[in-house]
């Protein structure tokens, strides 16, 4: 390996190491599991990205695999940020904005750059990015791709895939691309290109061209499931064609993003937040349709024994503003914009008309901040480690329809309860994403036995909810196997061809999202602690 560091070294304007210090600091990612790759590339510009891909797909061509892991800060909490070939990290060189555009609101940017950098420089501009998560102050713009962030704000604001208008990709052999909107006779003139860029095109239009059933279904899926490639965003209604909607939660198995030109808003002019206590006595599903009716920004929820585990943690119960008892769950409603006070005014009369009684209401920044360090407390179960005991981000972006969250929460509930465990239960009913984060002892062979019986029972729920183990953020190493079984023979073979489409030599994030991938081998990647290390100070909700 010292003969390839010592080669890309000469030919590139980064750096590339290989010591054992940095092949185990970047052996790790936000999830549980643990693999050491063999070199560290710090790429400088864009052609370093390109000179990498070159070399690893001439290996490949010799038969050689040396697999290639694009990753941002490593915050990924499903094993998608590490592998045991080379990794490619971006924010120590390639964590620019490279330019703003003020009149059509667009920013274009180096992924390395992280989301709280991007927002606090699009402020001074009176904009930004409606799309973040607990990690805002070390995610990566590229990791936020890569995962298709979802954020708080989804019920308004949706998705990363919402937000990103076009990308600079790299090849896995190595070529550069742009890819955004086609109209028919500019697909025709990609279509007729004789490079990888254009088998590309030719391939993926064929492959949905040839599978309708299956573009239709992955259009009708009635939760997130990020488990598949978005085959059904790529062909617009109007004959237009965009390989961009791939990438995003394609995790870094499809090509490296090397710049992306992001869609911004304005600042809003107001915002207000309700914390409501909920008895478990309303009807909460008709509850969760008729508030998203009025477009919050952000309705999510803390359930109840998550709750009482925070103040078992904490000694300080967090609901105690709300209401004086321990509440079912908590929900926060939060609106923004011109008609903060009327859809306040609409929120209060459904709650009222199913039976809430006790909410705080907050419209001025101080209050709100108050509100949001309730939101916030479940901090201390994200960053709790006792003796070896840490919550884990079992399943960060389970998804189901969203009125069948609550009912999916009781049931995750009840199985952390029936394997003894305690954890953390909360979501976002706007995406209908729910995170789990059992508190377990690596170490314990037992206990981690019971990670892959919590796995085994959380693919049943979601299987009954017509959901997904992952909504947005992929599959990634961990959750693979059990992604791989809700799938059909066909839908796995057409996406196991657009990997193969754009990755022949199975060079990108080897095993990421891999039919080959087994239960055994996600187990040997099993850490045996479990620490938020670095990100503890900045990861308020996993």
């Not at 600091?25 to 000179?51: A, E």
């Not at 488990?227 to 209604?237: E, F, H, K, T």
């Amino acid at each position: 390996m010292s003969k390839i560091t010592n080669y890309l070294n000469e030919h590139m304007a980064g750096d590339v190491v290989a010591d054992d210090n940095a092949r185990h600091q970047f052996s790790t990612d936000g999830s549980v599991l643990s693999l050491i790759p063999s070199l560290i590339v710090h790429p400088r510009v864009v052609d370093d990205v390109r000179k990498v891909a070159r070399f690893t797909w001439r290996l490949a061509e010799r038969g050689q695999v040396l697999p290639l892991t694009a990753r941002g800060n490593g915050t990924d909490p499903t094993g998608a940020a590490i592998g045991r070939g080379t990794i490619l990290s971006f924010p120590a060189h390639m964590a620019q904005i490279m330019e703003f555009d003020l009149k059509y609101r667009m920013v274009r940017v180096q992924p390395g750059i992280t989301l709280e950098a991007l927002s606090q420089a699009v402020a001074t501009q009176g904009m930004r990015l409606p799309v973040d998560g607990g990690n805002s102050r070390v995610a990566t713009v590229g990791g936020a791709i890569a995962n298709n962030l979802p954020g708080r704000q989804f019920a308004k604001y949706g998705s990363m895939r919402d937000w990103v208008d076009k990308l600079e990709v790299v090849l896995a052999n190595g070529e550069i691309i742009q890819t955004g909107k086609l109209s028919r006779r500019e697909l025709s003139e990609k279509k007729g290109l004789q490079t990888l860029e254009g088998e590309i095109y030719r391939s993926i239009d064929s492959l949905i061209e040839d599978n309708p059933d299956i573009v239709s279904a992955l259009a009708d899926s009635p939760s997130l499931d990020a488990s598949c490639y978005a085959l059904d965003l790529v062909r617009g209604d109007d004959g237009s064609f965009d390989l961009t909607p791939l990438f995003l939660g394609s995790q870094g198995t499809l090509g490296i993003v090397t710049q992306a030109i992001l869609r911004l808003v304005d600042l809003p002019s107001e915002d207000a937040i309700i914390v409501a206590a909920l008895t478990g006595d309303e009807n909460l599903s008709d509850l969760t349709n008729r508030l998203l009716e009025l477009e919050p920004t952000a309705l999510e929820f803390i359930d109840g024994e998550t709750l009482s585990l925070t103040r078992e943690l904490t000694g300080y119960s967090s609901w105690g503003r709300v209401t004086k008892s321990l509440p079912y769950a908590l929900l926060f409603i939060e609106f923004d914009g011109k008609h903060v006070n009327r859809n306040l005014r609409r929120a209060g009369k459904i709650m009222e008309s199913v039976g809430i009684m006790e909410a705080m209401i907050a419209t001025d920044p101080a209050d709100i901040e108050s509100a949001m360090t309730i939101y916030d407390s479940v901090a201390s179960i994200t960053n709790h480690n006792d003796s070896g005991a840490a919550a884990i981000p079992l399943s960060t972006d389970l998804a189901v329809p969203s009125e069948n969250v609550f009912d999916a929460a009781d049931e995750i509930r009840k199985a952390l309860e029936h394997n003894h465990v305690q954890g953390g239960v909360w979501g976002n009913l706007g995406s209908g994403l729910i995170s789990v984060r059992p508190i377990v002892n690596l170490a314990n062979l037992g206990q981690r036995q019971i990670v892959f019986r919590l796995m085994d029972r959380l693919a049943e729920i979601v299987d009954h909810y017509d959901g997904s183990l992952t909504g947005c953020n992929g599959s990634g190493r961990l959750l693979t196997p059990w992604t791989r079984a809700q799938h059909d023979k066909e839908t796995a073979e057409v996406m196991a061809s657009v990997k193969k489409i754009f990755d022949p030599y199975h060079i990108l994030n080897t095993d990421v999202q891999s039919d080959k991938l087994t239960r055994n081998e996600v187990l040997a990647m099993l850490r045996q602690d479990y620490r938020q290390g670095c990100f503890a100070q900045y990861n308020l909700r996993g």
